[in-house]
């Protein structure tokens, strides 16, 4: 199990306290190697290294992402400006030091309430496309807020679509389709006067061909921003259950955006998303050669994930400590996905990431 690494200045002419690692799991460094000048300092930090987890629970990002939830829970149903732009920076911050560990414990465990539930993922997922995109620092606080509030016109609104098991009466489906403006307005009158992070939020349920709402915008009328956010919530929708239907896969959702949606979202934000998570994203369950269920921890460097963490053994037994497995040999290599069952044992899902 591997959990990213810092280097600090100060090991330069320092002995490694800790072997390091590649994502995938190969060694790169030794304990005990001295960093000679800055130089070598800057070769072995300018790549993500990790390091053996030791599953102490102590500073980990999982309890400071509980209290970030909570606090996001408490700012959206009262909004105002410099609160929610303090929990989405810090939000940001948590991502940037684990990335992996925040996509998948996300979306394993129920942080808050459906709807800010729901934003969470969101802004994590927007996170690692606006990295991708280049955006400046400004341009992605922006948009974990935006990604934050996209929904703030309408909690209730997305807490009772998420538990709805039949047809959506006309009333809510009326609100839904005003709830970007209505947010928008929310907002500006909670203190924002960010002209970007409010024309993401009026502007995340456009679609490319000029079908979405609330204005019917088509193309390069709709924000970078927006329709980032856009690939980013609906990615979300998919891979999360609902009261009518259990969780999606990745592929799943990977195969809507580049089918059937194609027209609808912009094509080559999902061509960047589908490189930076791959098919199995941190947090996917699968099933073993083995037969043992897994966790994907870890994105794949390139291509397929090569690595996992056993979970359960044969007979959904717990196994303590989790294990670490190679995708690549035949004993081990994925036969399916799987989902959490209730008559699983109680996992502890921060030892996963090494925690």
Not at 7 to 19: E, F, H, R, S
Not at 96 to 120: E, K
Not at 220 to 241: E, H
Request: charged content about 20%; hydrophobic content about 45%; overall charge neutral.
């Amino acid at each position: 199990m591997l959990r990213p690494v810092q280097l600090d200045t100060a090991l330069i002419g320092q002995p490694l306290p800790w072997d390091l690692y590649t994502g995938a799991g190969v060694l790169v460094a030794g304990t005990g190697l001295v960093l000679a000048d800055e130089a070598h300092f800057n070769r072995l930090s300018a790549r993500a290294l990790f390091r053996k987890g030791d599953g102490a629970a102590t500073d980990t990002p999982f309890e400071r992402l509980a209290v970030l939830a909570k606090q996001a829970e408490s700012v959206l149903e009262n909004p105002d400006e410099g609160a929610i732009r303090e929990v989405a920076r810090a939000l940001l911050a948590l991502e940037r030091a684990d990335a992996d560990a925040c996509l998948g414990y996300s979306n394993l465990v129920s942080l808050a309430r459906p709807s800010v539930n729901h934003a969470l993922r969101v802004l994590f997922i927007a996170g690692l496309l606006a990295e991708q995109l280049d955006f400046s620092e400004a341009e992605q606080e922006s948009l974990a807020a935006a990604a934050l509030t996209m929904n703030v016109g309408g909690l209730d609104l997305h807490d009772r679509l998420h538990a709805y098991a039949g047809q959506v009466p006309e009333t809510d489906r009326v609100a839904l389709r005003g709830h970007p403006r209505a947010g928008a307005s929310l907002l500006e009158r909670a203190g924002v006067t960010d002209t970007a992070w409010l024309e993401t939020v009026r502007q995340h349920h456009e679609n490319m061909d000029g079908s979405g709402y609330p204005a019917g915008l088509s193309g390069n009328m709709i924000s970078l921003a927006a329709r980032l956010l856009r690939v980013a919530d609906f990615y979300c929708a998919k891979v999360g259950g609902r009261y009518y239907r259990p969780p999606r896969s990745a592929s799943f959702a990977f195969q809507e955006l580049f089918g059937r949606e194609k027209v609808h979202l912009d094509s080559q934000i999902a061509a960047q998303l589908l490189r930076r998570l791959g098919i199995y994203p941190p947090g996917t369950l699968v099933r073993l050669a083995s037969r043992e269920t897994a966790c994907v921890a870890r994105r794949a460097q390139a291509g397929e994930a090569r690595w996992a963490v056993s979970i359960l053994d044969a007979r959904d037994r717990l196994l303590e400590p989790p294990q670490t497995r190679d995708l690549g040999t035949r004993n081990y290599a994925i036969i399916g996905t799987a989902e959490c069952q209730p008559s699983w044992p109680t996992i502890n899902w921060m030892a996963v990431w090494g925690y």
